[in-house]
């Protein structure tokens, strides 16, 4: 009798999230010096989360007068760890980042909120 391996899917980590936000000028999209400001930091952290293992960087949102950062890994707190001086670096205010514990549509995910 041969032994048969299955391909059953791995056990998924939920995706926790850190998701910055921050107060521009104007209504639109902010003025060219502060989205470079907004590029910049986020190469860095980029650069920064990916060195640390912890998850990744997923992209910018501008429009409203605000700009808001995406990342997404297996531990928001550890995420904002590495993110954190980066974060509060920028002079945009008010700021605020939101860390999520869990999955999107997780209903019993946690949010907390942590003012920059």
Do not use: C, K, W
């Not at 954190?84 to 999955?103: K, M, Q, S, W, Y």
């Amino acid at each position: 009798m041969e032994d048969t391996l299955f391909d059953l899917p791995e056990p998924r980590t939920p995706e926790q999230a850190v998701i910055a936000h921050f107060q521009l000028g104007g209504e639109d999209f902010g003025e060219p010096d502060q989205r470079a400001l907004i590029f910049d930091a986020e190469r860095a952290m980029t650069a920064a989360v990916g060195d640390a293992g912890v998850g990744e960087v997923d992209g910018n949102e501008f429009g409203g007068g605000e700009a808001v950062l995406y990342a997404y890994g297996s531990d928001a707190d550890a995420l904002f760890r590495v993110m954190e001086a980066t974060l509060r670096a920028l002079p945009f205010r008010p700021a605020h980042v939101v860390l999520r514990h869990g999955d999107a549509e997780d209903a019993e995910a946690v949010e907390s909120r942590v003012e920059l």
